[in-house]
């Protein structure tokens, strides 16, 4: 994992940075906002801040958030004032630690907020085959294709590609291609010079360029707009990349690995993806089973994630009651592994006693799992069927609006759910999204928020 500490703090950091370089970090110090924005500019990049608390965080998020650089950020200081804390959670920081440093919170914190996690959690033959499959190729450069639902562990299981290959000891570079606007994709992937466009402020080095030497993982592939696909397959193909604005080819040294949640099989018959660059990507498929074909994944997963959280919000480790056990393997997990470890830490936080029993085991409305309601998919389900019940004497723009609509309300406003549910990519949901605010329609907010003029 690569920390990048902003501040001095005296003796302080440099004690956090023994214990951080120590659980395995390579550090890299910054003193202000300005010299860390160059270390992130210039492609050294970062896994994780850990800032000063007495530094502006709010202007630092801001300039983060500017070049479109995602970057988590841990706030540190001396001081004891609950206030401080508070304000740099506001701010924008994932956690705030106290100096002097105690080496298990360091470590605690780095794992919980830096997700670096190296090694797979696994009791289920199923899942057992796919990491057999992975160990034998990790060694290898590779291209790696990883499919499977969403929250099922794609990019889990990228990283454990890459620290068991070559390039351990080098970059692991993730980009989301779906969460990246598609005219800034091509320079967060590339890189640009400054003066390029309107907000290039300054030469950016690109997730290529970044990952030189390791890994760069391509995230949501199937998102990205066809036009890119072929630079993208020309980066592949000779190892060379030009920035955004840039007059020179730079070469790159770096190892593929992809995933997707949709069969890229068919957006190559819809058009919509380039059939050379999914062999190029595909050398090796990783296909990951949903968690309710992993059976006995279940509590050997929310064993560990009880661990994760326990130790990460200082919370005496409790074992899971019988009957929490029992609860937990009946569940469908729709959502996956990601559903489970989301469960799993509300049970921590919220269990008492000297068990986690099954009244600790609640889904995100606050229900026991056994008392929830349907979950989202299902509702959505329903809310399409009574859609189309009444197709006579409208037009089809009318219907397709309100499927989307009424599926984006009953998905809570999550637009990955609702995008699945539809068969349609989320770009295209976000531009419906987009149509629909533009003539005054009012749409569904994430995480079930109010309804809302934007997408």
């Not at 309300?409 to 295209?428: D, V």
Request: glycine share 8%; proline share 5%.
């Amino acid at each position: 994992m690569r920390l990048l500490i902003v501040g001095t703090l005296k003796g302080q950091l440099t004690a956090a940075t023994k214990i951080a370089m120590a659980n395995g970090a390579t550090v890299t110090h910054a003193e202000d906002h300005e010299l860390a924005m160059r270390v992130l500019r210039g492609g050294k990049g970062a896994d994780l801040l850990l800032v000063d608390v007495a530094l502006d965080i709010r202007d630092l998020v801001m300039r983060l958030e500017a070049e479109h650089i995602h970057v988590p950020i841990v706030a540190c200081g001396i001081t004891s004032d609950a206030r401080a804390a508070v304000a740099a959670i506001h701010a924008g920081a994932k956690e705030y630690i106290p100096l002097p440093p105690d080496p298990e919170l360091i470590a605690a914190v780095l794992a919980a907020v830096a997700n670096d996690s190296r090694d797979m959690v696994y009791r289920d033959e199923a899942m057992a085959k796919v990491i057999k499959l992975a160990q034998q190729i990790a060694g290898s450069d590779a291209s790696v294709m990883i499919t499977g639902e969403s929250g099922t562990g794609k990019e889990v299981l990228a990283r454990y590609v890459h620290f068991r290959s070559n390039r351990a000891k080098r970059p692991f570079i993730s980009i989301n291609c779906a969460a990246i606007p598609e005219h800034l994709l091509e320079s967060e992937l590339f890189g640009h010079e400054k003066g390029a466009f309107t907000g290039a402020v300054a030469r950016r080095i690109g997730k290529f360029e970044e990952a030189t030497g390791g890994t760069l993982l391509l995230d949501e592939i199937s998102e990205m707009d066809v036009r890119l696909q072929s630079k993208l397959l020309r980066a592949i193909q000779e190892r060379v990349i030009d920035r955004v604005g840039g007059t020179r080819p730079v070469p790159v040294d770096i190892r593929i690995i992809a995933t997707s949640n949709r069969n890229l099989a068919e957006a190559v018959r819809d058009g919509t993806f380039r059939e050379d660059l999914l062999f190029r990507l595909n050398v090796v498929n990783l296909k990951l089973p949903p968690l309710r074909e992993r059976p006995a994944d279940v509590i050997e997963l929310a064993q560990h994630f009880v661990r994760l959280y326990s130790q990460a919000n200082g919370i005496p480790l409790r074992p899971l009651s019988t009957d929490a056990r029992r609860q937990l393997s009946l569940a469908r997990w729709p959502g996956n592994v990601r559903e489970l470890e989301n469960t799993m830490h509300r049970a921590v936080l919220m269990a008492s006693g000297d068990e986690i029993g099954p009244e600790a085991i609640l889904s995100p409305d606050g229900l026991r799992l056994d008392q929830a309601k349907p979950p989202a998919v299902a509702h959505a389900a329903l809310a399409a069927e009574a859609v189309t019940r009444s197709l006579v004497g409208r037009t089809v723009a009318d219907v397709e609006r309100d499927l989307i609509l009424e599926t984006l309300k009953h998905c809570l406003g999550n637009r990955t759910h609702a995008a699945n549910i539809l068969g349609i990519s989320i770009r295209t949901l976000r531009n419906k999204l987009n149509e629909y605010s533009a003539e005054g329609v009012g749409i569904p907010a994430p995480n079930g928020g109010e309804v809302r003029g934007a997408a």
